[in-house]
């Protein structure tokens, strides 16, 4: 099977050793579980990143044990603590607001997903306050299922030992403390204005209750249509802590749509609004969140990747801050 160059280089930036070990037994993995499945018709997406991904057809089980049959998805990524994470997530998610877990091999990193038809990606969507209100709808439909009285008794019975595979927030904002270390107790190519900024109201941020499992990279290629059941998200990370931040992948996204700077503006004020009216949330800290995660994000990917479109955005929400204060 040939791979895209792209795909090879990530996984080797990201995962370094493992990440060569991986590639190495990928095919031998891709046929493993294939016939563990019943599985054929193997056929990769074209955006492959992070993880092999693939549409399959699966073939009814004999025994009748398996859980759906047809058009399917096969996922098999480096064995991590976010790929564990994420199988937790699926399954105390059980299909609720989220795509539905058919079958999974943590120790492997493999797992098989209904496959979602149509498939639309909210990216796809011309209207952003169209887009934006659908990413509400789901989001709270993902927090609604979490709620002990919505959970099927044998989800329910899970729940104790998946909670301890959910990442914490925390853990994710800890990597910044890395940041002056590594620029010899500056902040290198991040404005020093806007890094001690999120170094200020992080704190605060994080001392907020409304604490929940939230999906940690929710953005508009991470929410697909289904024909069936609307509008669901996929890929979610597992991720505890307040649950502000899963605004922020969402505010940075469609990935480089940034463009005059003034457009951007707009669009990020009218979310605002939406954010405001349909969660309640204040103005500020909506704008905090953002500007957190377009930094933790900027960090995440220098200097190997995009790094610099986050950081713009981080400017843009920045600057917002900066005129909600009335400061200069």
Known sequence: MNLPTSFIKTIRITFQEDGEKFLAVLPAL??????????????PVTNLSFNFVAFAKRE???????????????????????????????K???????????????ERGAFLLERLTPG??????????????IAVDVMQRLWK??????????VLEQAPALQSKFIQLSDWFDELKTVRPHFNGGTGPFPKEIFERVESFLPELFAGKDVKLIHGDFHHFNILKSEERGWLAIDPKGVVGPAGYEIGPLMINPWNSFSDGINFQIKTERRIDIFRERLGWERERIIEWATAHSVLSAWWDYPNLDWNYSLNCAKVFSELIKNSRGLA
């Open 145 to 154: 299922t979490l709620e002990s009285g919505n959970l099927l008794p044998d």
């Open 30 to 43: 891709i046929d493993e579980f294939s016939e563990r499945w019943g599985l054929t018709d193997i056929r």
């Open 60 to 90: 009814p089980s004999p025994s009748g044990r398996g859980q759906g049959e047809g058009e399917v998805i096969l996922k098999i990524g480096v064995p991590h603590r976010e790929l564990a994470s994420e199988i937790a997530a699926l």
């Open 120 to 133: 639309t990606m909210l990216a796809e969507l011309a209207d952003d306050d169209e887009r934006t209100h």
């Open 92 to 106: 105390l998610f059980n299909g609720n607001g989220a795509c539905q877990l058919l079958e999974s091999d943590e």
